[in-house]
């Protein structure tokens, strides 16, 4: 049975959805909460008596003969010999146990070694490569770890059949990307969550530079606070914290692309969604790389924010259109292994927060590309320019640019706590209250915001605004960030009312399109490439000029409106017959034109005949009876935008 959600405005989910003594707020000047995680503690760590822990031995048995793990090494012991450890094979090697991953494939033998300046690492032996003709190749990735491997003629097959008898150790979990598995959150150092009957670890090819320095409370009043008053600044930080909720919201990857004049701060604002991780210069991304290269670094940042700076610099090497495509499946492509088979796909669910002088559109259109309404709503466009500007609140700072200046410098010193709390706040929720919670949510914003009628894209596009309010909401309720209450939704809400207005309204971005195309068509040969009808409908204006590669013709009328005080003025109004090839081989081109006939005769624009037809029968200069598309003057004095819930234009 499904529940039921209410979408009344106003309501406050958060306070039921915690339990605030599993989930203590933060206070002012505390820090993060102790976090549960299954990491292995380093050589040096103390126990709870202060000394180094002491690892026990183990004995393994193969064969005739018996191994022995001791803190010093591994020993070898034949089945001959009735004392002693026997022969050392090499310097300290334990086998921890054995991981796979959760389809039960990948098998791999975990071990902790101590290199020969005594630092205990942890490293993973796929079981295929002992078995393999490239066996001792395990052997040289343990020295090159800095292990004392011994130099005697059968010590290195000893030490690969010890490694290959351990079978019976403890199990574990393989994963290859950050993010929730299992309903634990892995990073590449660490766990958040209850370790559970088998600890993960992480077997990424590369690391998400996850780092922590500094307390939460230092990064809450020196950056999330200065998000009160400036909108775009807060939806970023929220955009930073609604990376791990994107897959429990079941929307695809996508986000927001920040665009505007040179120096407005658009990456400072990127900046300080990365200082919830990491220090920003580290974590962000660069639009300098390859389409492949863009793709295995979602897989890398898994069920995190996906941060894209500077779209001006990733020049002509890679199709920004592709890439914003190949983004939002979540999916990578489809691949052969080495030896002809299909790899697995790569996946990824990534909230997206991209910079840059140019907009997406302009970016494509300028390659000489043409931009489609599904790259639109994936990355949705925020233009510095409009609305009230990326710096309204400069709270005592002279300008923005020192305001810009503290945020950055603050961020060099107090980045990553916040996020590791925000993880450990979310580990301890139940899953399906969360998912509840993020459902009740969208449908309140969309219910306050999205007009009446809008599009399936806009409504589309309004997830990721709410869904980033909904996690600025939640981090503020767990007192990560200090906002007051609200603040997160108002500040989505007003930036989403600015891009319906930006984009030309709620409707479909493929409607608009048609009819700016039409419009474009009829402003720029409307009098070059349509001969203008005379006084005998039947017959060419004989003064007008020539008309070169012709559409078709123009009546021009004119018209009084109604309320204007000067009776002299003369207004005229031109109705446009269009031949039938041209129709659609020139006025919509590379359109959808059943589509397109459908749009315009419901907007009033298109004429259709007695049966409904989009064409009708006319008797135009030099022919009897042709079939030509009728566009009315509508076309440019209707009013085709629908209004939001307060009654203004959108």
């Known amino acids: 049975m499904t529940a039921q959600v209410n979408v009344e405005p106003g309501r406050d989910d958060l306070q039921t959805l915690l339990n605030p003594e599993a989930v203590p707020a933060f206070k002012p000047g505390g820090t993060a909460p102790q976090k549960s995680t299954s990491e292995k503690k380093p050589a040096n760590e103390a126990t709870a008596t202060g000394k180094p822990e002491k690892r026990k031995a183990q004995t393994v048995k193969a064969g005739a003969g018996q191994y022995r793990a001791k803190a010093d090494g591994v020993y070898y012991r034949s089945g001959e010999d009735d004392e002693g450890d026997g022969r050392k094979l090499c310097g300290p090697l334990f086998i921890i146990g054995l991981a796979r991953d959760f389809a039960g494939l990948g098998w791999s033998v975990v071990v902790r070694l101590a290199d020969l300046d005594g630092n205990e690492k942890q490293h993973l032996i796929p079981r295929g490569k002992l078995v ?10 343990l020295a090159e770890l800095g292990l004392w491997i011994s130099t005697a003629n059968d010590a290195k097959k000893l030490l690969l059949q010890y490694l ?10 393989l994963v290859k990307a950050t993010g929730w598995h299992d309903g634990r959150f892995v990073l590449p150092d660490e766990v958040i969550g209850d370790a559970g009957e088998e600890p993960v670890i992480y077997q990424g090819r590369a690391k998400t530079p996850i780092a922590s320095a500094g307390t939460v409370a230092a990064w809450r009043d020196g950056i999330a606070r200065y998000a009160v008053g400036n909108p775009l600044l807060m939806l970023s930080i929220c955009s930073g914290f609604a990376g791990p909720l994107l897959r429990f919201a079941g929307m695809d990857t996508g986000g927001f692309h920040i665009f505007g004049d040179s120096k407005d701060g658009k990456s400072t604002v990127c ?3 990365a200082s919830l991780w990491g220090n920003p210069e580290d974590y962000k991304l660069s639009w300098t790389a390859t389409e492949n290269g863009l793709e295995s670094a979602a897989t890398v940042y898994n069920d995190l924010p996906f941060l894209l700076d500077e779209l001006g610099q990733a ?15 979540s999916k990578g492509k489809t691949r052969s292994s080495d030896v002809g088979a299909l790899r697995d796909h790569a996946r990824w669910s990534c909230f997206v927060l991209s910079t840059g002088e140019p907009s997406i559109q302009a970016y494509i259109e300028k390659n000489g590309g043409k931009v489609s309404a599904g790259q639109l709503v994936r990355f949705i466009e925020l233009n510095t320019g409009q609305g009230r500007g990326t710096w309204p609140e400069l709270h005592g700072f002279a300008s923005y640019h020192p305001l810009c200046t503290h945020l950055r410098d603050t961020a060099k010193a107090q980045h990553g706590a916040a996020g590791v709390a925000w993880l450990q706040g979310l580990v301890s ?10 459902k ?7 219910h306050q915001y999205v007009p009446e009628g809008a599009s399936a894209q806009v409504t589309h596009a309004a997830g990721y605004f709410a869904l980033a309010a909904f996690a600025g909401d939640l981090a503020a309720h767990l007192g990560l960030t200090g906002w007051p209450a609200g603040d997160p939704q108002r500040a989505a809400g007003e930036l989403f009312r600015g891009w319906v207005r930006g984009r030309g309204g709620a409707g479909s971005e493929e409607d608009r399109q048609i009819l700016e195309q039409v419009r474009l068509h009829f402003t720029i040969h409307g009098e070059a490439r349509y001969s203008r009808i005379g006084e005998d409908p039947s017959a060419v204006d004989k003064d007008a000029p020539r008309t070169l590669s012709r559409c078709g013709w123009r009546e021009v009328n004119p018209v009084n409106p ?16 269009v031949q039938a090839d041209a129709w659609a081989k020139e006025v919509l081109a590379g359109v959808d ?18 049966s409904g037809k989009y064409s009708c029968n006319k008797r135009m200069p030099g022919h009897k009876l042709i079939r030509v598309y009728v566009v009315l003057p509508t076309l440019f004095s209707g009013d085709f935008l629908p209004a939001d819930d307060d009654g203004a234009e959108i």
């Open 562 to 577: 109604e309320g204007l005080k000067d009776k002299d003025s003369s207004y005229t109004e031109t109705t446009y017959y």
């Open 132 to 141: 393999s003709q490239d066996s001792t190749r395990v052997l040289e990735e």
């Open 429 to 438: 929720i139940p899953r399906h209250e969360l998912e509840e919670s993020i």
């Open 440 to 446: 009740a949510a969208m449908q309140r914003f969309a």
């Open 315 to 329: 020049g002509k090497k890679i199709d920004v259109g592709a890439v914003v495509y190949s983004l939002s499946q």
């Open 164 to 173: 290959a008898s351990g079978v019976d150790g403890q199990r574990l979990r």
């Open 271 to 273: 900046y300080m969604a």
């Open 593 to 610: 034109t059943r589509r397109a006939n459908k749009l315009l005769a419901s907007l009033g624009i298109l004429k259709t005949d007695a």
